[in-house]
Each structure stands twice: as C-alpha cells, then as structure tokens.
C-alpha cells in the first residue's frame, strides 16, 4: 500500500503563502507522475500542478507565476509553494502520485490520493 499525507494548509489573508508538502511512503518502485489537485464544493477536482512522466512541470493557468512545484526524491516527498493566494484559491488540495509498487514480488502500476489539507484565503 501507498500513503500520501499531505501538511501545510491553514488560514491566510489575501496576498499571503503557504507551503504544503506531500510524503509518500510504501511499497514504491517508482513514481511516474506526481502532483497537486484542488477541489471546492460543489465543483469538479481541478490540477493544479503536476510533474509528469516525461520530467515536465506543468501548472494550471490560474496558478502559473504564483505556485511552485518542488520535490525531494530522496524523502519521496513533494512540495508546493503557493504565494500571492487569492480568494479563489480556497480549497481542498489533494496531494496525487501515479506510481508502481511491489508487494509479495508483484508489480502493480495504480494510483493514490492523500486525505487533503484545507487551504482558506480571507481577511
């Protein structure tokens, strides 16, 4: 099995920044994919941010020029600085990796989902 947890939300004030990070631990071969989703009621799960398979970073256009995408292969963990939030970043964000794992010597390419973290941008 595969866990991504997700830390870092909170409330901030217009114009502010967070850092959310997703750790993932497991049985992990690999990770071909791996990135940030975010989700209001009512509404559809969004991209936010994704590091693909092909070794690109790609950022939805609403986000592009205020969040950043890092990771740290060695912790399996994944970072996303979001600065200059604007109301209409409130969320939950959704930490996501497109992976392969081998349990009892079976290999199994699937994907996971971290529980998420709220971020709320108001004054």
């Known amino acids: 099995q595969v866990q991504l947890v997700e830390s870092g939300g909170g409330l901030v004030q217009p114009g502010g920044s967070l850092r959310l990070s997703c750790a993932a631990s497991?049985?992990?071969?690999?990770?071909?994919?791996m990135g940030w989703y975010r989700q209001v009621p009512g509404k559809q799960r969004e991209l936010v941010a994704v590091?693909?398979?092909?070794?690109?970073?790609n950022y939805a256009d609403s986000v592009k020029g205020r969040f950043f995408m890092s990771r740290d292969n060695a912790k399996n963990t994944m970072y996303l600085q979001i600065n200059s939030l604007k109301p209409e970043d409130t969320a939950v964000y959704y930490c996501?990796?497109?992976?392969?794992?081998?349990?009892?010597?079976?290999?199994?390419?699937?994907?996971?989902w971290g529980q998420g973290t709220q971020v709320t941008v108001s004054s």
């Open positions: 590091f693909t398979s092909s070794g690109s970073t």
């Open positions: 996501y990796a497109d992976h392969l794992t081998v349990i009892a010597g079976v290999h199994r390419r699937d994907d996971s």
């Open positions: 497991g049985s992990i071969v690999s990770i071909y994919a």
